[in-house]
């Protein structure tokens, strides 16, 4: 092969080497790192409290306590699909209470030990927001609750 096709060989497989990093980089879902003054621009202070800060909003007074629309709940800071209204339920805790989460990436759990207590906080895995707890006494078919708080929500209707 001569010189020059050598270099057009490898500025070629360089190209596609690129080429497969964006796509994959495209792909990836990667977590939103805000810094904490950016957070507080974009949020409203009980938002920021609760999603930030990992605030309790008071029982029975949040937006989506007795909410039976039919659609999807997203995380009030970055958007991803969280809930799915199919699996939201009354559980008389008074605040919004799902079986499962609408996949099994969107939400994780983190142990919690504050306030005395051992519970699993529940974080949303794109933005780390805050959203509640998880409690093993929920119904079937998943004997779950997801606990969150409506401040951490942004419904969509289907
Ligand atoms: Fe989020």
């Not at 008071?58 to 799915?84: N, Q, R």
């Not at 008389?92 to 759990?109: C, H, L």
């Not at 969150?148 to 969509?156: D, G, P």
């Amino acid at each position: 092969m001569s010189k020059i096709r050598i270099k057009l060989f490898s500025l070629a497989m360089i190209c596609s080497l690129m080429i497969q990093a964006q796509h994959t980089k495209e792909m990836t879902k990667e977590p939103e790192h805000k810094s904490e003054k950016e957070w507080m621009q974009e949020l409203d202070p009980e938002q920021y409290q609760v999603l930030r800060q990992c605030g309790t909003e008071a029982p029975f007074t949040g937006k989506y306590y007795k909410h039976d629309e039919k659609g999807s709940y997203h995380c009030a800071g970055c958007g991803a699909a969280l809930f799915s209204s199919d699996t939201k339920y009354e559980s008389g805790s008074g605040w919004p209470s799902f079986y499962a989460a609408i996949d099994g990436d969107a939400v994780k759990k983190v142990l919690d030990k504050s306030h005395g207590m051992i519970r699993t906080e529940i974080k949303c895995a794109s933005c780390d927001g805050h959203l509640g707890h998880i409690f093993n006494d929920g119904p079937a078919p998943t004997g779950m609750r997801y606990c969150v708080n409506s401040l951490s929500l942004q419904f969509e209707q289907k």
